[in-house]
């Protein structure tokens, strides 16, 4: 079983960046039934392929989070972490860090979603 998630988020012209921003990925979510644990890919438009490993389970199952194991074309020594947090069953928010190679994760977006439907 996977679960598939598609994600579009656009940025309006902003700043340097007259032209604005759309940003694409796919995301699929297995089970690894040989290291017992969820792993995350995603492909990015761009052209990064993550992929990651689940970290952390709170005992609620309310918040997740997934740490890279492999990023493709990027500079070697970067990492990301994505963390969910279902806030009801209507919403969530998605935290979405990057490193530096040699430092520490910073946040670079913060997404609220809410089912409009």
Not at 33 to 50: C, Y
Not at 80 to 86: C, G, Q
């Amino acid at each position: 079983m996977f679960l598939e998630a598609r994600n579009k988020s656009t940025w309006a012209p902003k700043g340097k960046n007259l032209e604005g921003e759309v940003h694409e990925d796919i995301g699929i979510i297995s089970y690894d039934t040989a290291r017992k644990s969820f792993i995350l890919r995603q492909f990015h438009v761009e052209g990064f392929v993550n992929q990651y490993i689940l970290d952390y389970l709170a005992p609620d199952g309310k918040t997740l989070i997934f740490t890279t194991e492999s990023i493709e074309n990027i500079p070697a020594g970067w990492r990301t972490r994505e963390t969910y947090r279902v806030n009801n069953t209507d919403e969530f928010t998605e935290i979405f860090e990057l490193a530096a190679p040699g430092k520490d994760f910073e946040l670079y977006s913060s997404s609220y979603l809410k089912r409009i439907s």
